[in-house]
């Protein structure tokens, strides 16, 4: 079997143009958390991947420039970088690029939709998030 390719995962941002009354910032917080969390067991658990840390810490990356460099110099091969959108309390978007750091080109750039505002919802967005990289992102 090849050997697994080594990624690295950025903490993902976080866009909100729902334009909901209400303040949600802690459970989107919360919620992004722990899309990441699942993103990370999920990709773990794959053959092909060996994830690699970045060594800065979740959400204090900086920009691409720096998360590459900290990537690289964790000997990773691959970085994935993306953004949770939520446009309304039923439609949200998860975009997404898994970049190739040697070639220092976009190896795959992804658009998935998602319905729901809710734990689970994005628990499941993050599920299939780890799911899309493994079978159409890495080679």
């Given at each position: 079997p090849a050997e697994p390719s080594t990624l690295a995962v950025a903490s993902f941002a976080f866009k909100d143009t729902s334009g909901e009354v209400r303040d949600q910032t802690a459970e989107h917080v919360a919620r992004l958390k722990?899309?990441?969390a699942v993103l990370?067991?999920?990709l773990s658990a794959?053959?092909?991947i060996d994830l690699v840390a970045l060594p800065c810490e979740a959400g204090r990356c900086g920009d691409l420039g720096a998360i590459a460099t900290q990537a690289k110099?964790?000997?990773a091969r691959y970085l994935l970088v993306g953004e949770v959108h939520k446009m309304s309390t039923l439609v949200g978007w998860v975009k997404f690029a898994v970049l190739d750091l040697s070639e220092n080109k976009p190896l795959c750039d992804r658009y998935l939709t998602y319905?729901?505002?809710t734990d689970e919802a994005w628990r499941r967005a993050a599920?299939?998030?780890a799911r899309d990289?493994?079978?159409y992102c890495m080679p």
């Amino acid at each position: 079997p090849a050997e697994p390719s080594t990624l690295a995962v950025a903490s993902f941002a976080f866009k909100d143009t729902s334009g909901e009354v209400r303040d949600q910032t802690a459970e989107h917080v919360a919620r992004l958390k722990e899309f990441g969390a699942v993103l990370q067991d999920d990709l773990s658990a794959s053959p092909k991947i060996d994830l690699v840390a970045l060594p800065c810490e979740a959400g204090r990356c900086g920009d691409l420039g720096a998360i590459a460099t900290q990537a690289k110099a964790a000997s990773a091969r691959y970085l994935l970088v993306g953004e949770v959108h939520k446009m309304s309390t039923l439609v949200g978007w998860v975009k997404f690029a898994v970049l190739d750091l040697s070639e220092n080109k976009p190896l795959c750039d992804r658009y998935l939709t998602y319905r729901g505002d809710t734990d689970e919802a994005w628990r499941r967005a993050a599920a299939f998030t780890a799911r899309d990289v493994g079978k159409y992102c890495m080679p």
